[in-house]
């Protein structure tokens, strides 16, 4: 490997981007198979794209333009075509299901974990690399695949230790459409007034009614004065879409009684508002309570390309904000029916539905639950007083590990022997083991539990620990049941 | 999303990129997490290190060349600095070692998992991106480190099933060295000339000795004419190198003593000879006999980093090829120390080994063996009789599903029955649900042995079978139970 330059390379994360260690791996990896085994038990068979895509196949062709578009890490091969690293696991999902269409079984049930790029703007929390946790079934229309995927997010939270601090929220786009077209708002000529009436709907947490309204209306000024241009909508249009946003009842029946109010006419609305009747029905028969799936006509979703049911799940413990305010935890998952992704490939319709869970705001939830699992102890260090003895130190830790321990030697320069308790310290060792001239004549060990040791050191007095002491010393030959022992307390 | 363009886009993987379906990713993670409990009892930390590096990290910048390297997925990001996919696990982890260096502890032991990526030209076999599954310890200069390593990957095997099927065997680069300075080869001015050596030693496996001794003198035409100069050794040149690469004995000790007599009076040489006698003991005084690892000077390794200790593992059992001939199933991972990995970033020594295990190829390998655990049954399929009774077929699957069974109700369209069956067929499902309306009003379900089914269907005589049916019909009450009966036999 050669430098090539006389100065020498940085030493640093590209911006954006961030490395993992121990526990934050490992707790992760715990939370991901606890979410797989759920997607096993459904059905859900396991999918591993690679991380590099055509661009053509991810579609971030913006029309007119023949570079990529923003927001995702692009390059050209040797034989210059785009290449680029997947944004989101849902787009190779639609690639494969049009790619393999006549070998897989259809409906194609699949889950994918793994990393998804993005090309935007690094901030506090956001990063260019993620992990993404996502299950789909494709080639299914039927609004029992839409129920079964906020079943099986209930069952994931259930089984994270999440019960009774979650619900999932479930809407339909159609319904929206519906309210649309009772607003006179479906021509082709009015995508622009939809748009912004999208994401007025979606900003009802943190804007309210009022807020909401004067983006269907004129606009609205923010605090810092900043002006939004709103829908232009009359106060009779504006009033049918806050209506709809609003209405959410005490029961799943009495929602839906509203919402048909609300669509009137339209068919579009009310088909929407069957699949929702029906998916609380296949809920209900299942024991899916609405403490744990309920319909909110407030769930929009950001993106343009659901076509049916929605859905997003939230956390509704609260944690205080970087300012020490209270406030809920919120969004962690959402998805919904998408029946346009693999149509662009084929040109044939291909219902699809599914869900994707945001690893990294689940797992910093289940942390601040004391939930994350996987968290590990350091190894028992087996120190080196005698470096020309180190065979016999590398026997101990052998025979250690051959029980099963997780331990290790202590490979640094063994000179400094606080650097070896140091070092123990550091990786969180629950015992080390020492064996000197005189132990080693004696044919014995010393092992000082760490542990303890680091409690006694934090305590006012030595009175509660004195009949435990923090080192022992044994015989070499007990040196594992010893060990064992001092583990188990 | 829009299409931007009215041509369709291609489903396709790109060139050299593959995807992993069902049991492909199970095995896979199997393998993996069965090497992760190896590398953790060991005492080695995981760390995941984002997939994108600074091409000046990752050092692949040629001399007075402006773009990066061949062989890595590189581009500009928008301050105009390269960025690339990394190519292996270790240029991060020196990346790591160097950054993290006043936090981390010291040794620093760390494991690595994950898809590298490299841009060659992909051929049958070779993809442009695979797992790579590493255990490095950095910041300890003692052969204490490189014998753990040895004796790691020796466990990693016999957990794997592979006890008496592989071998591991070492060499020293420093003894190596040292030859080369026996030979005359060690000035600066030599370095082409110690290339050559390099690359001929390591391809003694396949040429043989006549072959290597060519190439360590004029050249060497292969099989097709084609000519590969040679490093115009001289006969007795060439025999010390040649005496290094048979230098194996039939035991450890033997093998030291006559590499002993080959380095001369090389210290460099010496200094390797006796790093090598270390490693021997203490292997031995952990009961790792030469049967699992042994001392093997014909072992070169390719990488030109190795400065001490390098590591091969080799499974010894036979497949066939290609062409149907039987040969060894060969390497499946390699490493060895590399003190200067770290250096490029700090300019300070930071001594450094560590193992890098071929995934795919060990998993090849256990799949040859039948040792590839992690293969799953498919799913209970509870088919659609009655379209609209969907929530009884689901409140089915739901109870399945509690009871820990893998299940699920069909989702496509229900209208062809045999469709239904084809999909269990396809989803490798052990049973199939059946509820008709007949069945409904006797309260029963249809219970299909698929698995029994297709026995019957490949054998020749229903006698053998005629005591057991394929089907049953039992009261709604009894599924799950009669389910789990039908999954235990």
Same mark, same amino acid.
């Given at each position: ?37 759920? /997607?096993?038990? /459904?059905?859900?068979?396991? !999918? ?34 785009? &290449?680029? !690293? ?13 790619? /393999? +269409?006549?070998? &897989? ?12 790029? +993005? ?48 619900? *999932? ?9 519906? #309210? ?9 000529? =009015?995508?622009?007034?939809?748009? *912004? ?22 606009? +609205? ?60 029905? !296949? ?16 769930? #929009?979703?950001? &993106? ?5 049911? #929605? ?7 609260? *944690? ?22 693999? =149509? ?60 099963? *321990? ?8 063994? =000179?400094?022997?606080?650097?070896? &308790? ?39 007095? !030595? ?27």
């Amino acid at each position: 490997m050669s430098e090539g330059k006389i100065r020498r390379p940085r030493a640093e994360t590209p911006k954006g981007f961030r490395d993992y260690f121990g526990a934050e791996v490992t707790e992760r990896k715990a939370m991901l198979d606890a979410i797989a085994a759920v /997607y096993h038990r /459904y059905g859900f068979d396991p !999918l591993e794209t690679s991380a590099v895509e055509t661009v053509e196949a991810l579609g971030k062709f913006l029309p007119d333009v023949d570079r990529p578009n923003e927001g995702v890490f692009a390059w050209q091969d040797e034989d210059k075509d785009w &290449l680029a !690293l997947r944004y989101d696991l849902t787009a190779p999902l639609a690639r494969v299901a049009a790619q /393999y +269409r006549n070998d &897989l079984p259809s409906p194609y049930r699949r889950y994918a974990m793994g990393p998804v790029w +993005r090309n935007e703007k690094p901030g506090p929390g956001r990063f260019r690399q993620f992990y993404q946790c996502d299950a789909d079934t494709v080639g299914s229309g039927s609004v029992a695949a839409d129920a079964e995927i906020c079943a099986m997010l209930s069952d994931i939270f259930e089984s994270l230790g999440l019960a009774g601090v979650y619900v *999932i929220k479930v809407n339909n786009r159609k319904v929206l459409n519906g #309210v649309m077209e009772v607003a006179g708002l479906s021509g082709d000529d =009015k995508e622009a007034e939809r748009g *912004i009436v999208l994401r007025a709907i979606d900003k009802i947490d943190r804007l309210g009614e009022e807020g909401v309204r004067a983006l269907l209306g004129a606009g +609205r000024k923010d605090e810092s004065g900043d002006f939004t241009k709103g829908a232009g909508l009359s106060d009779e249009q504006a009033e049918v879409v806050i209506g709809f946003t609003t209405a959410k009842r005490e029961t799943g029946a009495a929602t839906i009684a509203r919402l048909r109010e609300l669509v009137g006419n339209s068919a579009i609305g009310a088909e929407g508002v069957t699949e929702l009747e029906s998916i609380a029905a !296949l809920l209900q028969a299942q024991g899916y309570g609405s403490d744990r799936i309920q319909l909110d006509p407030g769930v #929009v979703r950001g &993106l343009g390309y659901y076509t049916g049911p #929605v859905f997003e799940a939230e956390l509704t413990f609260q *944690i205080t904000d970087e300012k020490g305010r209270p406030r809920n935890f919120g969004s962690v998952a959402g998805g919904g029916r998408y029946d346009g992704l693999v =149509k662009r490939f084929t040109g044939q319709d291909v219902p699809a539905t599914g869900i994707s869970i945001g690893v990294d705001r689940l797992l910093a939830a289940l942390r601040a639950k004391g939930r994350a699992g996987g968290a590990t102890e350091g190894p028992v260090v087996v120190t080196v007083m005698d470096r020309d003895r180190m065979a016999d130190y590398m026997a101990m830790v052998g025979a250690l590990r051959q029980a099963g *321990i997780r331990a290790e030697v202590y490979l640094g320069n063994p =000179k400094n022997f606080g650097n070896q &308790l140091k070092y123990a310290d550091k990786r969180g060792s629950p015992v080390a083991v020492i064996q000197g001239g005189n132990e080693k004549a004696a044919g014995t060990v010393i092992l000082k539990d760490l542990v303890l040791g680091a409690k006694i050191a934090e305590s006012a007095t !030595l009175e509660e620990w004195k009949d435990r002491p923090a080192q022992v010393e044994v015989p070499e030959a007990d040196l594992v049941a010893a060990v064992q022992r001092m583990l188990a307390k």
